[in-house]
């Protein structure tokens, strides 16, 4: 019984892993990463893989957070889970993407109070 249950994992987890990001032209929690930036997007790919790991990425991108700093401790924070996964490189390209991500919504904010 456990055997079974171990090599159903194995095959299942390959397939969560690919439901993790769009199909090419979908959006995933609101971005569209071919709107992004194009220096932007290999960021958001990595934000998309490892922050995925964990959590709906609607999770971080819906917190109402654009402060840069509280983003650096929430990254922080998160690296530090076990699983994670995510190395120092990877959480400096995750806070480049929030960093944009956050200016564009504060830019939505300002356009929307019009």
């Known amino acids: 019984m456990m055997r079974r249950l171990l090599s159903l994992l194995v095959v299942a987890a390959p ?36 922050c995925s790991k964990c959590h709906a990425l609607s999770r971080p991108l819906d917190s109402g957070i654009t402060s840069d700093a509280y ?15 995510i190395s120092d490189d990877d959480a400096a390209a995750v806070l480049r993407f929030l960093r944009v991500y956050s200016a564009q919504e504060r830019e939505r904010q300002r356009e929307a109070e019009k």
Request: net charge positive; proline share 12%; aromatic share 8%.
């Open 15 to 50: 397939l969560a892993a690919a439901c993790g990001s769009p199909p090419p032209g979908r959006t995933v929690a609101g971005v569209d990463p071919a709107s992004l930036p194009q220096d932007t997007r290999a960021d958001y790919a990595i934000f998309a893989r490892r």
């Open 71 to 85: 983003w650096a401790l929430y990254v922080a924070k998160m690296q530090h889970l076990p699983g994670s996964g």
